[in-house]
């Protein structure tokens, strides 16, 4: 097990269960190593799990099954603690995965406790997101009512590991954001620098609000953390936001350089949309991009220089597989290279087709690297290369966290979404979100 405390490490998690997590080597293409139990791994060592049941998580009462969704992570200022923020299908659960007394040191995960979904009976409770601003985090449900859940994070420093089920391991939420209508969303993004934050798939009691189209954008000020305030809108027919990415653009388009930039992936859409959401009272449309085979927009992050907007597209595969002579379409994981210099007029500046099997879902941009969750293929790391005309994407690590379905993960059933879900590069460890557990 490396101990290298400048290796970057991620969580993950998947729609049916562990967090995991990882360390990735920073050399590039890794040599293979034998992890947990993952024996399909290059590059990265397995360093701890929590299963569902050691999270706390519930099987639903109406699909009788457990899942994990999207994931983040924070450090302590006051500790150097790291934690592990997860969206259940039980509600949000809180893991340590590392100790600050001892950076850099590989960790046994500890389960802290979990803030409880409002309603176990839904489908909607399949997805959670969740992001973090200064010491809370922010975290939001297609549960309808359950409102932007807020929770402050230093509750965390000191708290011993508890017994999942027991009275100790429910944590309460210490404010929730349910004005203007506010009904659920499918994502948040958070702008540190400007205290913003934005519900991404947004949807308001009907009658509350005429003007707002669902799936729309509801952006917030965060100035007082507990009680945040409607500033502004993306609204629209054509707006079927699914995620979002929130930048002060710093990139090679001179007359956009300082603005607060927000990159839009917007589903069944089929496009890219880029905004200037400096006035979050009026943003501005600066380009909406389309791409050969698109099916549905999904998630995507900014290069650290601005340059390009790297994204994938949660369906494409799919019908590459039902429709093989379109030359449009993929039959295995494709990620796209969208080139920002001209933020009013992008374009594509390349692809990279996994050698695995699967769908990709979220991905993170960290330094020269893609973190990307891949569901039946587990997490894969890519990295970004310069070329003379641009950047390319070759793979330079995997795990496999799904290693019981190896010949089943196109058929298009259920178990192909089975996997990581989400990804978190944290300062030493890669979190994953597979469906079924959690892994460092």
């Given at each position: 097990?490396?101990?290298?405390?400048?290796?970057?490490?991620?969580?993950?998690?998947?729609?049916?269960?562990?967090?995991?997590?990882?360390?990735?080597?920073?050399?590039?293409?890794?040599?293979?190593?034998?992890?947990?139990?993952?024996?399909?791994?290059?590059?990265?060592?397995?360093?701890g799990q929590l299963t569902n049941e050691q999270l706390g998580v519930d099987r639903l009462i109406w699909s009788g099954a457990a899942f994990l969704s999207d994931i983040w992570g924070w450090?302590?200022?006051?500790?150097?603690?790291?934690?592990?923020?997860?969206?259940?299908?039980?509600?949000?659960?809180?893991?340590?995965i590392t100790d600050g007394s001892d950076p850099g040191a590989a960790k046994a995960p500890?389960?802290?406790?979990?803030?409880?979904?409002?309603?176990?009976?839904?489908?909607?409770?399949?997805w959670w997101d969740l992001?973090?601003?200064?010491h809370y985090v922010y975290y939001v449900t297609e549960v309808n009512g359950a409102g932007v859940a807020i929770f402050d994070l230093r509750k965390?420093?000191?708290?011993?590991?508890?017994?999942?089920?027991?009275?100790?391991?429910?944590?309460?939420?210490d404010a929730r954001y349910n004005a203007g209508g506010y009904l659920r969303a499918h994502n948040i993004a958070i702008h540190e620098a400007s205290g913003s934050a934005y519900l991404i798939g947004a949807s308001k009691i009907d009658g509350a609000d005429p003007t707002f189209t669902d799936d729309g954008v509801i952006i917030l000020d965060l100035s007082n953390p507990l009680a945040p305030v409607e500033v502004g809108t993306i609204i629209g027919d054509d707006i079927d936001s699914h995620d979002m990415q929130v930048v002060t653009y710093n990139g090679p388009d001179a007359k956009h350089v300082g603005k607060r930039i927000g990159f839009i992936s917007n589903g069944e859409a089929l496009d890219v949309r880029i905004y200037d959401v400096t006035n979050p009272a009026a943003p501005v449309l600066l380009s909406a991009t389309h791409y050969p085979g698109a099916s549905f927009t999904h998630q995507?992050?900014?290069?650290?220089?601005?340059?390009?907007?790297?994204?994938?597209?949660?369906?494409?595969?799919?019908?590459?597989?039902?429709?093989?002579?379109?030359?449009?379409l993929p039959d295995t994981a494709r990620t796209y290279i969208l080139d920002i210099s001209n933020l009013e007029a992008p374009a594509l500046g390349g692809t990279f087709d996994?050698?695995?099997?699967?769908?990709?879902?979220?991905?993170?941009?960290?330094g020269d690297k893609v973190y990307q969750a891949h569901y039946t293929a587990g997490i894969r790391v890519l990295d970004i290369m310069p070329t003379a005309t641009g950047i390319s994407l070759s793979e330079g690590g995997h795990m496999d966290t799904e290693p019981r379905l190896p010949n089943n993960n196109m058929n298009y059933n259920f178990n192909i979404f089975a996997g990581p879900w989400g990804v978190f590069p944290s300062s030493g460890a890669v979190r994953s979100s597979p469906a079924t557990a959690s892994t460092v």
């Open positions: 097990m490396k101990t290298q405390t400048n290796d970057p490490a991620i969580l993950g998690h998947s729609g049916g269960g562990d967090l995991e997590v990882k360390r990735v080597p920073q050399t590039g293409k890794g040599m293979p190593s034998v992890a947990g139990p993952f024996p399909d791994t290059v590059g990265m060592d397995f360093l450090t302590s200022p006051d500790t150097g603690d790291e934690y592990a923020l997860i969206g259940t299908s039980s509600g949000v659960a809180f893991a340590r500890e389960f802290l406790g979990m803030i409880p979904t409002t309603d176990t009976q839904t489908q909607r409770n399949w992001r973090t601003y200064r965390l420093d000191g708290r011993s590991a508890v017994e999942p089920g027991t009275e100790a391991a429910y944590l309460e939420a995507g992050w900014p290069t650290e220089d601005h340059r390009f907007f790297i994204f994938g597209d949660e369906e494409d595969e799919l019908f590459g597989l039902q429709d093989p002579r379109n030359p449009d996994s050698p695995a099997a699967s769908i990709d879902h979220n991905l993170f941009v960290k």
